[in-house]
């Protein structure tokens, strides 16, 4: 789990011989942090740690509350990010070996029943180096993290979270990213593609084309080919309704409007 750079974003990602791990691992709350519990996940150890961070603790006091109010403490694996990047893990002395973690600047990689410590260490390594935003740098942590070995049992899911301040769709929430591979037989590639879909279909525009001349004399040939009055409509019909803007078209829905109509 990480915050970015900029201090704007927190993120989980996580992958485990585990069904649908997604919906037990990460947790994650704009300008208050990032929580993963593993290894026999104490699942109130993401609403708790929410609230802790909140209230103004920082990862290491949060991560030391929940352990020590936890009777299973031993067995237990969790990670902490606050929101000012401070970062704080925990292996339990009973976790299936192999079983660790590191913390960085921002950043906490853990893992349990893996093949071994060099796991965690490509993890944060990997993470520290790459480049791009916090979800691709997470899941590009991931999937070095799962070809250097992974969880010794296998494959069956992965996941992401990543939260920025009305990140999410419509500008509604602030859940930027929410992607889960609940049982696949490679999941971590498969959230990687999923990603992208993501990126196409809610990422916003990088520049704009002025919808003028000749390029709005063929848009508009184009939608008409398709039935569609609109810009707008035929957008809203195909999800890019994220990528529309005034007075312009996105190279990338550009791209796919000529894509549709050959």
């Known amino acids: ?49 929410l609230r802790l961070l909140a209230e103004g603790n920082t ?4 991560l030391d509350a929940l352990v020590a109010a936890d009777e299973l403490r031993e067995q237990r694996q969790a990670g902490i990010v606050d929101r000012d990047g401070g970062a704080a893990t925990w292996t339990g002395a009973e976790c299936n070996a192999w079983a660790g973690g590191r913390t960085g600047d921002g950043w906490a990689a853990q893992g349990n029943i ?12 990997t993470f520290t180096a790459a480049q791009g935003t916090l979800a691709h740098r997470l899941s590009q942590a991931l999937l070095a993290a799962d070809r250097a070995g992974g969880d010794r049992r296998g494959r069956q899911a992965a996941a992401l979270l990543v939260v920025s301040d009305a990140g999410g769709y419509g500008g509604g929430s602030d859940v930027l990213v929410d992607l ?23 990422g916003k525009p990088e520049s704009v084309l002025p919808l003028e001349g000749e390029l709005a004399v063929e848009v508009a040939d184009r939608l008409a080919r ?37």
């Open 59 to 62: 990862a290491q006091q949060t």
């Open 114 to 125: 893996l093949t071994g410590p060099e796991v965690v260490d490509v993890l944060a390594d």
């Open 180 to 202: 889960r591979v609940d049982d696949h037989p490679d999941p971590v590639p498969e959230l990687m593609r999923l990603l992208d879909l993501h990126d196409l279909y809610f």
């Open 1 to 49: 789990m990480a915050r970015s750079a900029d201090g704007s974003q927190w993120g989980v990602a996580v992958a485990s011989k585990f069904l649908a791990v997604g919906a037990a691992v990460p947790a994650a709350q704009w300008d208050v942090g990032a929580v993963a519990t593993q290894s026999y996940c104490n699942l109130a150890y993401r609403p708790d740690g």
């Open 226 to 262: 398709l039935g569609f009055a609109s810009l707008d409509d035929w957008a809203g019909v195909e999800n890019y309704e994220e990528r529309m803007v005034s007075g312009g078209i996105d190279p990338v829905v550009l791209a796919k409007l000529r894509e549709a109509t050959g």
